[in-house]
Each structure stands twice: as structure tokens, then as C-alpha cells.
């Protein structure tokens, strides 16, 4: 199956390619696909102007600066890129948290044809704020599925391999409606499901609109505006007020959310939302053609745009931060279970090759595909903290200079098992916690004695808080490293890659033979991790590209403002 040929005079249209993903996808079909036209749906930044060409001037900000499109603006050239973004792509303004993604009749009507969409947006956040969870992951791919049906299109969605919950052994590639890990005796509903969620929230809703409640929320709202120093004007105290009321609603009912994703055997509520999308589209479906893609942990770019881009703080960065730069010598974790991780690379390829199967020759039935490597080249969680622990080393270099006997305490991180890290970790935060108690007294004396204690206090108060927000990043962590030991059947793109031409394998070609994980984690990951994250996860920002400067009006990308440059065949 040749993809060039699959996806020539083609027309896409993708949510979520301001994402993480959706950057690297974007820039790979720019490059690699230039007969292939896409439409994106984007929020619209800030300024003036109408919505699409606010979105549309966000579009050309990205090609201009983000490091996603540095190799593309070094091998195309800045005129090469902004003639082929000006020929191929187009912008309409659109938010996938809102009903029909935001997309009003006049925005449907000037799509035109769409020979598939493909849905890439998704909150990410292990934990997210229930209400976004449920309107972005669940409704957002579904109001996708209602896109493609009325413009005759394709769906492709894209899902996590971790929709499987709790599981052990072999993950097969297949779809499966009211999928529930844990079902009860009498059956999971995920129709049924969705509603409960709804209505839990709707509750907590409901309390937000007591008059009490109300009023305390309009003073933390009015406070929070105050201390920002904004202005008073009716919009701004309005937006202040809705984000204390989704706090609250957020904070009621997020125990109990997560509790009950956990009793119905997923890890977190985002694993549930994903999987409940997943049955209402196999439930919906109908005669759209439908392909699931199911990436596992999505890491560090291999070698494009280059290696060890990385963006987002859900996957292994803060682990692998509290093992190298911080507190974190013992992990709860099992040492030959597999860590399903697969650069950001590898996935767009995986897109590519699936996008192109299924318009090539659209399905009968829904088709599952995993991107992820651990039936191909399996990642021990040992093997992981040990290059952990050697890219620590290798930034370091040999010690030097006198010995000191604290250097005992500076061990390498290991796997344990949970005794070993609760005394470890949770000790030590309960130390600092009692010591910043004892503290605290002491400073209400007089004299030096009481300023060195209130300073001691600050300090372990802040040591206490670090330490609970690297327990709190173990325990999102723990079921990929402790409870759930499965690996992903990776059959379907494997059968993809085989069957591509030879002049298409170094573009497209699905090969993971070459994945040497020490190279890779020790001198791509890791380094690009410290490049890219870690300085976000200190308070701090990240390294950016110099704008490189397109000669590229927004407004020739705007949708409702040009159509494409050459007629489709």
C-alpha cells in the first residue's frame, strides 16, 4: 500500500494539531504528504479579528516559532513552507469542549468535502477536571463522529492503549462496545455510565447555585481579581466567578470520580473517558468507516523534528525527574514489568500508514491498531531506572575531589516494592511536615532564635510540599509501573509497514528494530526532557526557537476567507 498514492488529493481534517502530537503529525504530512489538503480545527487566539483568522494567525505563530516545525523550516525554507501551508492548509475556528466542536452552520457549510476526520484532541491530564474529561474526550469524538457522517467522511479516532485498565498479559487489538475491565455481574453500560457522570456532576452544579455557596464563590472570585489587579468590568468578574465555580465543582466531585473509574477497573478518570468514547463511537458508528488508534506512552521525539523534543508534563517526566534530580531513590514498582513507551515519531508514522488504510479501502467493520513497543522491543521497568539513574551519571561526569561520607545517602533509584518507598518518600514528607509544625511554634518567641526557626519553618514547609507533589506524581504512575503488567499486540501496523513500497519505508516505515532503548534514553529522552520539561516542573520556561519569519498573510489560511489554491481531482 503505497501512502503517497492513498492520501494524494485527499482532504483531512484534524482536531488537536496544536497538541503535542498534533504539532509532529502536521509537520510530517506538511513534508512528506504535499498533494494532501488539511483542514484544522483550531481555538482562535487572542486580538481582534474574526474567530477563523484569529485561529488562523495562531497556525501561522506555531510554523513560525515552534521548535515542532524547526526541521521543516531548516530543509523547506521559510518560503517553501509558508507556499505549501498557503496551498494546502486551511483554518477554521472551532473548540472541541464545545457542542458540535464549536463549529456553527456557516463553518460546516464551508468545509466542503472531507474525505476524513481525524480526532486528535483529548485532555491528557491523567487526572482532568471531570466536566472538560467528560465534554472533550467523550462528546468531543463524538460530535467528530457526526462531522464525518454528514460530509461522508471517515473517522480516524485516537484513543490510549491504557483504555485496557487493568489487565495482565497480552492486550489484543480489538474492539469491543460497554468495554469495562472490571464489569459487573449484570454488565457495563457505557451509555449508562456517561449519564451517571453527568448527573453526579449536575448535583455538584446544583450546589454551586446555592445562594451560600454562590456568595462565598463570588468572593473568592472578586478577591482572585484583586490581587491579579484586573479591572472590574462585568466580563472580567464573570470569568473570574465561572472558574471558582468550576473549582468547586471540581473539587466535589473528583474523589468520586476517581474512585469510581478505579472500581470499575481503569487507573484514572481519563482512561475511563477515552474508553467510554471509544463504545459510543463503535455504538454509533453505522456505515461511517471508522479506524481507532491506540498510542501507549507517548515520549520524546526519536529523530524528527529532532531528537529529544518533547512537550507535557503526563508522561514519564515527573518520574524520571524525582529519580535523577530529585528525592525519589525507591519506586514502587515491578521490576520485569514492561513501560509501553514509543516516541512522538513513531506515532505520526503509525497515523500516516492507518490514515492511508483506511481510505485506501475503507473497513466493513471498526479496525483497532496499537502504536506502542512492547510486543516488539519490550522496556523493563529495570532497565528504565537504570538509564535513568546513567543519564544522571553521564551529565554528572566522574566525582571529584575529597570524599564526603553524605555521598553514601546520594544512592541510585531503584524498583522496591511498596515498603521500601513508603519509608522512604511518605517519611520523609511526614518529617518535614512535623518538623515545620515544631517550627512554627518556636517562632512565635522573641529574639534570633525565633527568626531562625520561622525561616526553618518556610524551608521545611516548602521541602513538605515538594515532597507531596512527587508522592502525588508516584501515585498517578503507579498502575503503568506496579499493578497492571500487560503488553499491547501491535499486529495491525506491523501489516501496515510490511506492506509499503521500499522508496515509502524511510518516510513511512514502521520499524522498530533500530530502537536501541540505552541510545535513546540515556541521549536523546533524558537530555531532551532537561531541555524541554524540567525547567517547567521548576517554575521555570523552557528554551523557545527563534521566530523565523514567514512571508504568510493568516488570512490566505482563514476557512471563510479563501479557498484552496489548486482544484481537487
Request: charged share 25%; proline share 7%.
Amino acid at each position: 500500500m503505497s501512502v503517497t498514492r492513498a492520501l494524494a488529493h485527499k482532504r483531512l481534517l484534524l482536531t488537536g494539531a496544536s497538541g503535542f502530537l498534533g504539532k509532529v503529525w502536521l509537520a510530517h504530512l506538511l513534508e512528506q504528504l504535499p498533494e494532501t489538503d488539511l483542514v484544522l480545527v483550531l481555538r482562535p487566539g487572542g486580538g481582534r479579528g474574526a474567530p477563523d483568522a484569529r485561529a488562523a494567525r495562531r497556525l501561522v505563530d506555531l510554523l513560525e516559532t515552534s521548535p515542532a516545525f524547526r526541521a521543516l523550516r531548516e530543509r523547506l525554507g521559510p518560503a517553501e513552507l509558508a507556499a505549501r501551508a498557503a496551498a494546502r492548509v486551511r483554518v477554521v475556528a472551532g473548540d472541541l469542549g464545545a457542542p458540535g466542536l464549536g463549529l456553527g452552520p456557516e463553518a460546516r457549510e464551508a468545509l466542503g468535502a472531507i474525505d476524513a476526520v481525524v480526532n486528535l484532541a483529548g485532555l491528557t491530564d491523567l487526572d482532568p477536571p471531570p466536566r472538560e474529561a467528560l465534554d472533550v474526550n467523550v462528546q468531543g469524538a463524538l460530535d467528530a463522529l457526526e462531522l464525518a457522517r454528514s460530509h461522508g467522511a471517515a473517522l480516524l479516532h485516537v484513543s490510549t492503549a491504557y483504555v485496557a485498565g487493568h489487565r495482565q498479559g497480552l492486550v489484543r487489538e480489538r474492539a469491543e462496545s460497554d468495554y469495562a475491565p472490571c464489569p459487573p455481574a449484570t454488565g457495563f453500560s457505557a451509555r449508562r455510565e456517561l449519564g451517571d457522570l453527568r448527573a453526579l456532576l449536575a448535583r455538584a452544579e446544583a450546589e454551586a447555585n446555592d445562594q451560600h455557596v454562590a456568595s462565598e464563590l463570588e468572593a473568592q472570585a472578586e478577591a482572585a481579581r484583586r490581587r491579579l489587579g484586573l479591572p472590574g468590568d462585568a466580563a472580567t468578574r464573570a470569568r473570574f466567578l465561572q472558574t471558582e465555580r468550576r473549582r468547586f465543582v471540581s473539587e466535589r466531585v473528583e474523589g468520586e470520580t476517581r474512585a469510581r473509574a478505579r472500581s470499575w477497573g481503569w487507573p484514572n478518570l481519563y482512561t475511563q473517558t477515552k474508553s467510554l468514547a471509544e463504545s459510543l463511537l463503535l455504538e454509533e458508528a453505522g456505515q461511517v468507516p471508522l479506524a481507532i488508534a491506540r498510542p501507549a506512552i507517548v515520549e520524546s521525539s526519536w529523530r524528527d523534528p529532532f531528537p529529544g523534543w518533547k512537550e507535557g508534563l503526563h508522561t514519564s517526566a515527573p518520574i524520571t525527574y524525582a529519580l535523577s534530580e530529585g528525592p525519589l531513590r525507591a519506586l514502587p514498582a515491578r521490576a520485569d514489568l514492561v513501560l509501553d513507551v514509543i516516541p512522538v515519531d513513531l506515532v505520526a508514522r503509525g497515523l500516516s500508514l492507518i490514515a492511508a488504510a483506511l481510505l485506501a479501502s475503507p473497513p466493513s467493520a471498526p479496525l483497532v491498531y496499537h502504536l506502542g513497543s512492547s510486543t516488539q522491543r519490550p522496556f523493563p521497568m529495570r532497565r528504565v531506572i537504570e538509564l535513568t539513574a546513567l543519564a544522571r551519571r553521564d551529565r554528572e561526569g566522574p566525582r571529584s575531589g575529597p570524599f564526603r561520607w553524605r555521598e553514601l545517602l546520594d544512592l541510585d533509584p531503584a524498583a522496591s516494592g511498596d515498603g521500601l518507598y513508603q519509608a522512604t518518600l511518605p517519611l520523609w514528607r511526614r518529617l518535614a511536615r512535623g518538623s515545620e509544625k515544631v517550627l512554627t511554634e518556636l517562632a512565635r518567641g522573641q529574639g534570633r532564635l525565633a527568626d531562625r526557626a520561622a525561616k526553618g519553618a518556610t524551608r521545611a514547609g516548602r521541602i513538605a510540599r515538594d515532597l507531596s507533589s512527587v508522592e502525588e506524581a508516584v501515585e498517578r504512575f503507579r498502575p503503568f509501573v506496579l499493578e497492571n503488567a500487560c503488553s499491547f499486540e501491535s499486529a495491525g501496523v506491523q501489516a501496515l509497514d510490511a506492506a509499503l513500497p521500499d522508496a515509502e519505508r524511510p518516510s513511512f516505515g514502521w520499524d522498530l528494530r533500530d530502537l536501541d532503548w540505552s541510545r535513546y534514553w540515556r541521549q536523546v529522552h533524558i537530555p531532551g526532557l532537561r531541555e524541554w520539561v524540567y525547567p517547567r516542573l521548576e517554575g521555570k520556561r523552557p528554551a523557545r526557537d527563534a521566530r523565523v519569519a514567514l512571508s504568510l498573510d493568516p488570512q490566505r489560511l482563514s476557512l471563510t476567507e479563501a479557498e484552496l489554491d489548486r482544484p481537487r481531482a
